[in-house]
């Protein structure tokens, strides 16, 4: 089981024929090794993606992660 849980149900859909994916490499790169997934060129180039973060805004956080939302919002 691979310790990336945001996409592995994804992995699970497109190893169960499912459908296709867009991850990074490193998210399959051990089923990519284990010839459970394939890759293929999707002609894209280079290609932006955006990140978003999300946390609950009556939670407690710790220092770190204040200070990391705060950069966040900054756009440092």
């Known amino acids: 089981m691979s310790s990336n849980f945001g996409a592995f149900p994804l992995k699970n859909l497109v190893k169960n024929d ?43 956080a710790s220092p770190l992660i204040s200070l990391f939302s705060g950069l966040c919002e900054s756009g440092w």
């Open 18 to 60: 499912l459908g296709f994916t867009f991850l990074p490499r490193f998210a399959v790169a051990s089923e990519l090794r284990a010839g459970e997934l394939v890759e293929f060129e999707a002609g894209l180039g280079e290609t932006v993606i955006t990140a978003a973060c999300c946390w609950h805004k009556d939670k407690w």
